[in-house]
């Protein structure tokens, strides 16, 4: 089977398992976790542009490079919260946190981003609704390559947030409903 294929499967398995776990006038979060270049950008958008739900990539809140694990707690403390939900996005340049993004409480969501699957973030998403968590991998090498194509100068921080995301997926990572690893 090939990559299209394995995704389509994927997005099918989502929709299913959100819609049979679907809680009358609660939203629903998707949860999508996985290591750079695993394509969780990409299968967010494929699955929001089926189902019309709101997006949140982690990239836009990280605290900066080293900024893994704060993110993570970031989508329990702000993002997932029942009321005044949203972010601080972050500023790179001025390395500090940007402007406010709100976010409506009733929206159902996807959540992606390497942190999004911990204990603390399921159970926030539970408490606003319907939950279903997602890991997506790959090899190394072809992560690696997808990561820098898509951003070229990730390239000097790619060790070091891989650090971070290999210390993420040791101590604070769930087991997901699915988990989908290409190659």
Request: net charge negative; no cysteine; aromatic share 12%.
């Amino acid at each position: 089977m090939d990559f299209d294929s394995e995704q389509e499967r994927l997005l099918e398995d989502v929709i299913k398992l959100a819609a049979s776990r679907k809680r009358a006038f609660k939203p629903v979060t998707v949860l999508i976790d996985g290591p750079s270049g695993a394509g969780k950008t990409w299968t967010s958008a494929a699955l929001a542009e089926r189902t019309d739900w709101r997006v949140v990539h982690l990239d836009e809140f990280y605290p900066g490079w080293h900024g893994l694990e704060k993110g993570s707690e970031m989508v329990h403390e702000q993002v997932l919260r029942t009321m005044n939900p949203g972010y601080w996005r972050w500023d790179w340049e001025a390395s500090a946190p940007g402007e406010w993004a709100s976010l409506d409480v009733r929206d159902d969501l996807i959540v992606e981003g390497v942190g999004s699957v911990t204990a603390a973030n399921i159970a926030a998403a539970k408490e606003r609704g319907t939950v279903v968590s997602v890991v997506i991998d790959g090899p190394r090498d072809k992560r690696y390559e997808r990561a820098i194509a898509r951003e070229p100068e990730y390239e000097q921080w790619f060790e070091t947030w891989e650090k971070q995301e290999k210390a993420y997926f040791s101590n604070l990572a769930e087991e997901p409903d699915l988990r989908w690893e290409w190659s």
